[in-house]
């Protein structure tokens, strides 16, 4: 069946440090891959979307790839602040469905 | 931005009895969903709603649960009658339009405990 997995259960960094969070995806049906990020006591709120293989989103100093050869797509951070904190999900929705599909979540922590 | 509601924050029954989620969607979306995670579990989609319909739902949508909106009121998801598993934190959210470029937005949830 369709899935994502995300096997980064939680991430520490200290500000500055580079965040790099990982997804793979299995499907036969054709994605929209998104990253969203939840605060503490909200929901998810979207951060990315990308939609075309090998192509980068950007927002909020985050950048998202996505390679459909290795059917990965990844969220990436040059220097996280404290802000960050939160956690983060993949997800995908297929040209057929109207649900996401979510991976698990990464709890990013971000200490001064 | 946008703001999607939900009612109450939590829930606490007892098994058997009948429980209501209320979420009040951003005001001008037409497509509404519930997502249900258990803890430590990933987020997974329940139902869509679309003109007062189901349009889609998964297989964790089961016979007891149901979903409205009644004269665009709050979108409802109602679980009768409750188990144990239905323990889980609920999510609704909502979009503009079911266009895949279209986003969803998520209200807060609602941490439902079965006892």
């Known amino acids: 069946g369709d899935s994502v997995i995300q096997m980064q259960g939680q991430v520490t960094l200290s500000e500055n440090d580079f965040l790099f969070i990982n997804c793979t995806y299995s499907?036969?049906?054709?994605?929209?891959l998104f990253w969203y990020v939840q605060y503490s006591g909200e929901g998810p709120q979207l951060l990315l979307q990308?939609?075309?293989?090998?192509n980068k989103g950007s927002s909020r100093g985050f950048e998202a790839t996505y390679d459909k050869g290795t059917t990965s797509f990844h969220l990436q951070k040059t220097s996280v602040q404290e802000i960050d904190s939160a956690v983060y999900y993949c997800?995908?929705?297929?040209?057929?469905?109207?649900?996401?599909?979510f991976g698990l979540g990464t709890r990013v922590s971000v200490f001064p | 931005g946008p703001k999607v509601l939900q009612i109450p924050s939590h829930q606490i029954i007892d098994m058997g009895q009948m429980v209501t989620l209320n979420c009040d969607p951003v005001?001008?979306?037409?497509?509404f969903y519930w997502y249900k995670q258990i803890l430590g579990q990933q987020m997974e989609f329940l139902v869509n709603?679309?003109?007062?319909?189901?349009?889609?739902k998964s297989k964790l949508f089961k016979d007891q649960f149901s979903v409205e909106r009644p004269d665009g009121s709050y979108f409802t998801l109602k679980i009768q009658p409750t188990a144990l598993e239905d323990s889980a934190v609920y999510f609704c959210?909502?979009?503009?339009?079911?266009?895949?470029?279209?986003?969803?937005?998520f209200g807060p949830g609602t941490r439902l405990t079965v006892l």
């Open positions: 499907t036969t049906g054709y994605p929209t």
């Open positions: 997800a995908m929705r297929l040209n057929y469905a109207q649900g996401l599909t």
């Open positions: 005001s001008n979306h037409l497509y």
């Open positions: 990308v939609t075309t293989a090998n």
């Open positions: 959210a909502s979009s503009p339009t079911g266009g895949h470029s279209y986003e969803q937005y």
């Open positions: 709603f679309y003109n007062g319909k189901v349009m889609e």
